[in-house]
């Protein structure tokens, strides 16, 4: 059949030399696709090296080389920095959800199915000892008695019958009293309240005024609650815990080079494309460790990290090895500190915002 005079997608006109639309990059021909044509295109846009993503990564393996080409003008082979950091971020956290969903947090959730069945429990036992009492007075018959005593311990084997009928709840942080002992403020909710009332009815009701006592209460009534649920919202939010760091990894990369001419934006760069190999590095880690020992996995994982990081500031900043060394030590040291403030922060925020 023969090619169109204009372009099946935008529209413009085409030379009968054209074998690509100018204005949209459409290839130049007709409608009509044969079964040979949709399959080609299919393998070829699937397994093309010259896509993207594949040289994205190709570049991302070798230290330094993505961050160098995209400020060298080389941009348009290669996926935005923004683009590669969240998509890398987020099948890092996709993978690290479904192994922890298989790594024993499911006890978490039986916490509070456990408090549910204690309560309900004592609560059956309480009306079999009112009835007992009931059928002793009725029948005061000595095998009856005998009999009515043994079911109530029959009952009650095994089960925390005789445990206080109320949960304590924290509603403060834990801190540090004048004797030298850590302690917080806890509230001790009755079980039957605890199990039906709403959260802020209970701050309410069990005289809870400030504001940060009633939001600690609520949040951790909330948490037994929830179970493992916490855990997956907390790390939800590690993906913009990590964007946001990078202008603050960028700014202090800035001060390592301040006398080095290279603008913010290239620092914050050269964060994103590190990154982007530690996560894609850490996914890998995780799927292995699944088959091999998880803690050599792990020890070789910081390794690489650490080579790749080091190879990456001497081949983008460009000198030498001893500043390159004391640049990385301090930018270490720096990291440690951000990571693990943000880290603090998050988990802080994710608690009270559940």
């Not at 009534?221 to 815990?241: C, H, P, Q, S, T």
């Not at 990078?246 to 620092?267: D, N, S, T, W």
Request: aromatic share 12%; hydrophobic share 50%.
């Amino acid at each position: 059949m023969e090619n169109p005079s204009n372009c099946l997608n935008c529209g413009r006109l085409l030379e009968a030399d054209h074998r690509f639309c100018p204005q949209c990059g459409q290839k130049n021909k007709s409608s009509f696709v044969s079964v040979r044509e949709f399959l080609g295109d299919f393998f070829d846009q699937l397994f093309n090296l010259d896509n993207r993503i594949f040289r994205t990564l190709a570049a991302l393996l070798v230290p330094g080389k993505l961050t160098e080409a995209w400020f060298a003008g080389r941009r348009k082979p290669f996926n935005h920095p923004l683009r590669i950091f969240i998509v890398s971020a987020a099948i890092m956290l996709t993978v690290a959800t479904f192994l922890l969903k298989n790594s024993g947090l499911e006890e978490m959730n039986r916490l509070w199915e456990r408090e549910k069945i204690t309560f309900y429990e004592k609560k059956d036992y309480h009306q079999l000892d009112s009835l007992s009492q009931v059928l002793k007075s009725e029948f005061p018959q000595t095998p009856v008695a005998e009999a009515l005593d043994s079911l109530r311990v029959r009952f009650a084997f095994g089960k925390k019958v005789n445990r206080p009928d109320s949960i304590e709840v924290a509603a403060g942080l834990i801190f540090s009293n004048p004797k030298g002992t850590n302690a917080r403020r806890t509230v001790k909710v009755a079980g039957k309240d605890a199990l039906e009332m709403r959260e802020k009815d209970l701050a309410n009701k069990y005289g809870l005024t400030g504001f940060w006592e009633r939001l600690f209460f609520v949040q951790n009534i909330r948490i037994l609650k929830a179970g493992d649920e916490v855990v997956f919202y907390a790390l939800g939010n590690v993906i913009w815990m990590m964007l946001l760091m990078m202008p603050l990894l960028a700014l202090a990369l800035k001060l390592f080079y301040i006398r080095h001419g290279h603008y913010l934006v290239e620092h914050l760069v050269f964060a994103l494309h590190t990154h982007s190999f530690v996560f894609i590095l850490v996914t890998v880690a995780f799927l292995v460790g699944m088959l091999t020992s998880p803690d050599v996995v792990a020890l070789w994982s910081v390794v690489i990290t650490a080579l790749y990081v080091l190879l990456a500031m001497k081949r983008y900043y460009r000198q030498g090895w001893i500043k390159t060394l004391i640049k990385y030590s301090l930018a270490s040291f720096m990291y440690l500190f951000l990571f693990s403030a943000a880290m603090l922060l998050t988990s802080v925020v994710s608690m009270l915002l559940f």
